[in-house]
């Protein structure tokens, strides 16, 4: 969200004469307006997309050789970039899950699924900070426990890695060892997550408000087609 910090707006203009001049009742007036103005470029404030280039040169070409070489970009309301993604040109298959709130059902535990990376501070679906810098996004589902019940209604979730930490792009680290490499990324006990889903829309990639404060982006992994809430912190 875009914050305002009205009290180093000079909402009167830079000219103390011509404010001095102003009546109280005008000036009032006109300080309502700006706030207006300002209130209303936030509420309507868009995120988009558009195309990226190829893949990070700083990516170890292991992990550049399995990406799609044109990603997508995404800018924040103010036109500044907020991520970059990378998917998999080919999507990672496994035996498929009998779980029913597990809606990608093949991909294995701990597949790597693409890369992303963040322009500047950036936050993941629980709303933990993420510093600017490049991620890998490998395939997870949250436990079965008290501790997640009701967190999302699929099981379905991609964990960030500092990629200079990912070694190894065909691997596919058990739950343990992903949440061990994850939360070098949160800098907290719990893994950086993305929530990620199955998709069923008819064109791609798309981006675009979903609910009151989600931003989705719907691509394809191969021929596997996925939603991921690049911008959005759970509620609750």
Request: proline share 8%.
């Amino acid at each position: 969200m875009v914050e305002c910090d009205l009290a180093k707006v000079d909402v009167a203009g830079s000219n103390p004469v011509s404010r001095s001049k102003l009546p109280c009742g005008a000036t009032r007036m006109k300080n309502s307006l700006l706030f207006f103005v300002l209130a209303t470029g936030v509420a309507f404030g868009q995120y988009k997309m558009e195309p990226a280039a190829a893949p990070p040169a700083e990516l170890a070409p292991a992990f550049a050789a399995m990406l799609q070489q044109q990603g997508v970009k995404i800018t924040a309301p103010g036109g500044a970039v907020y991520c970059e993604v990378w998917l998999r040109t080919q999507a990672p298959s496994g035996a498929k899950s009998a779980d029913d709130a597990v809606l990608l059902p093949t991909i294995p535990q701990g597949a790597l699924l693409g890369v992303i990376r963040f322009a500047g501070a950036a936050q993941d679906r629980r709303g933990q900070p993420l510093k600017a810098g490049i991620y890998t996004m490998r395939y997870s589902q949250y436990p079965v426990n008290g501790d997640h019940q009701g967190v999302a209604p699929q099981r379905d979730f991609a964990l960030l890695v500092p990629a200079g930490e990912d070694k190894d792009a065909n691997s596919t680290p058990n739950f343990d060892a992903l949440v061990a490499l994850s939360v070098k990324a949160s800098g907290t006990p719990h893994p950086a997550v993305l929530s990620i889903w199955n998709s069923s829309a008819d064109k791609f990639p798309t981006f675009s408000k979903q609910g009151d404060h989600d931003w989705v982006l719907e691509a394809k992994v191969g021929d596997l087609a996925i939603s991921i809430i690049l911008v959005g912190k759970v509620e609750g």
